[in-house]
């Protein structure tokens, strides 16, 4: 578990943590390391969840499944992020997504009440924690409304246009990497993968943009 612990205290999670601080909540958490191969279910949907999963390496998709089999990638996360809080306070009773390791991963899983509930000795470190479990929760919810957002838009482009628009606007810059492949961009739009490859060909020829795999260049159309 050591060997994790400048990643933990680089995490949302557990910022502000001293290195002391951190190994005592980890006890208080019931924290335990668990290793996923690559394309393993970690929580499938409508699974009950009693405990947060954070991300030590590797990586994990937080995907959802329509009746018909249709497959939505909602979130990528990596090394230090945090998944299946929503499930864990019982608001759902159960997951509303599944949790796939995309790699050969190691999760770190705490339990949630003990997470939110202040311990018996109110340590303030403990406190802090829980601020930042509730900023965690507000970045998560702000990442779904911009998602919902974008998947309102009636056409490819159109989906496409705003979903770069926010990448280069959190870039601050015209120039960015997107953390999907064309695959996992295609999920991401909820949209056919053929079809967005070739409206990326016929934008990328109008002068919207640059793209070589995941790195886009915004040009003149693209920033009227």
Same mark, same amino acid.
């Given at each position: 578990?050591?060997?994790?612990?400048?990643?933990?205290?680089?995490?949302?999670?557990? =910022?502000?943590?001293?290195?002391? #601080?951190?190994?005592?909540?980890?006890?208080?958490?019931?924290?335990?390391?668990?290793?996923?191969?690559? /394309?393993?279910?970690?929580?499938?949907?409508?699974?009950?969840?009693?405990?947060?999963?954070?991300?030590?390496?590797?990586?994990?998709?937080?995907?959802?499944?329509? =009746?018909?089999? $249709?497959?939505?990638?909602?979130?990528?996360?990596?090394?230090?992020?945090?998944?299946?809080?929503?499930?864990?306070?019982?608001?759902?009773?159960?997951?509303?997504?599944?949790?796939?390791?995309?790699? $050969?991963?190691?999760?770190? @899983?705490?339990? @949630?009440?003990?997470?939110?509930?202040?311990?018996? /000795?109110?340590?303030?470190?403990?406190?802090?924690?829980?601020?930042?479990?509730?900023?965690?929760?507000?970045?998560? /919810?702000?990442?779904? $409304?911009?998602?919902?957002?974008?998947? %309102?838009?009636?056409?490819?482009?159109?989906?496409?246009?705003?979903?770069?628009?926010?990448?280069?606007?959190?870039?601050?810059? #015209? #120039? @960015?990497?997107?953390?999907?492949?064309?695959?996992?961009?295609?999920?991401?739009?909820?949209?056919?993968?053929?079809?967005? %490859?070739?409206?990326? %060909?016929?934008?990328?020829?109008?002068?919207?943009? %640059? $793209?070589?795999?995941?790195?886009?260049?915004?040009?003149?159309?693209?920033?009227?």
């Amino acid at each position: 578990m050591e060997r994790y612990y400048q990643l933990l205290l680089n995490s949302p999670l557990f =910022a502000s943590l001293t290195e002391e #601080e951190l190994a005592h909540i980890l006890g208080c958490l019931g924290a335990k390391v668990k290793k996923f191969s690559s /394309n393993q279910m970690i929580i499938r949907e409508a699974e009950q969840v009693e405990h947060v999963g954070v991300v030590l390496d590797g990586g994990v998709l937080i995907i959802s499944d329509d =009746a018909l089999g $249709n497959r939505s990638l909602n979130f990528k996360l990596g090394p230090g992020e945090l998944f299946g809080h929503v499930a864990a306070t019982k608001v759902a009773a159960v997951s509303p997504v599944s949790v796939m390791s995309q790699d $050969n991963s190691h999760i770190l @899983f705490l339990n @949630f009440q003990n997470l939110i509930t202040p311990c018996c /000795n109110a340590c303030h470190f403990h406190s802090k924690v829980i601020e930042n479990m509730m900023n965690v929760l507000a970045k998560r /919810n702000l990442m779904m $409304n911009r998602k919902l957002s974008i998947l %309102s838009k009636r056409t490819i482009r159109e989906k496409l246009l705003a979903y770069l628009a926010w990448q280069s606007y959190d870039s601050q810059s #015209e #120039e @960015f990497t997107i953390p999907f492949n064309r695959d996992e961009l295609a999920d991401y739009l909820s949209v056919n993968r053929s079809a967005l %490859s070739r409206e990326l %060909s016929k934008m990328i020829d109008e002068g919207y943009f %640059s $793209n070589d795999r995941s790195y886009f260049k915004l040009n003149g159309k693209a920033l009227a």
